[in-house]
C-alpha cells in the first residue's frame, strides 16, 4: 500500500511540477514521460509520442541510436490489432503492446530490417497504444506482460 502511496504522490508531483508547454522532440514530435510500474519495479522513460498516422508510419525510422531511458509512444485512438515493422529501421526494439486498460498485453523484439520483405510483428489481441524501447530494456527494468504503462505528458 506504501509504494502505491508513494508512486501516487510521486506522479502528482511530476504532473504539478512539469512546464504545461507542449514540448516537442528533434523530430518534430511531441514528448512526455511513461511511468512503467508493477509491485516490484518502476521506471520512467521519456518518450516521443507518435499519434498521427504519418508519425507511427515513420516511427523510429532512420535513427542510429535511442538513449538508454527513452522510446517512442505509439498513441491509437480506437483498439487495433495492426502489426509494427522495422523497414528501415536501424536499432533493434522491442515493442510493448498495451491494452485500453493500461497494461502490457505483450512484448516483442523486434530487428532491423533494410530490405524487402520485412516482416510484420504483430500481437495476439486489441491494443490501443505501443511503447517502443531499445531492445531487452523492458527484461533490464524487470517490466513484463501485466505490468502498467502511464503516459504522465
Known amino acids: 500500500m506504501r509504494r502505491i502511496v ?17 514540448k516537442v522532440s528533434e523530430a518534430g514530435l511531441p514528448t512526455g514521460r511513461v511511468l512503467l510500474g508493477s509491485d516490484d519495479e518502476e521506471v520512467f522513460v521519456d518518450v516521443e509520442i507518435a499519434q498521427t498516422e504519418e508519425h507511427r508510419q515513420r516511427g523510429l525510422m532512420h535513427r542510429d541510436s535511442l538513449p538508454d531511458d527513452a522510446g517512442m509512444m505509439f498513441v491509437f485512438f480506437e483498439p487495433t490489432t495492426g502489426g509494427f515493422w522495422m523497414k528501415n529501421t536501424r536499432i533493434p526494439l522491442s515493442v510493448a503492446f498495451i491494452g485500453e486498460d493500461q497494461t502490457i498485453l505483450e512484448i516483442i523484439d523486434m530487428d532491423p530490417c533494410t530490405e524487402d520483405p520485412c516482416p510484420t510483428y504483430s500481437p495476439k489481441a486489441e491494443y490501443t497504444a505501443a511503447l517502443e ?5 523492458f527484461d533490464e527494468w524487470g517490466i513484463e506482460v501485466g505490468d502498467t504503462v502511464t503516459l504522465l505528458r
Open 133 to 137: 524501447v531499445n531492445q531487452g530494456a
Open 6 to 22: 508513494t508512486a501516487c504522490l510521486c506522479a502528482f508531483l511530476l504532473v504539478a511540477c512539469y512546464d504545461n508547454k507542449p
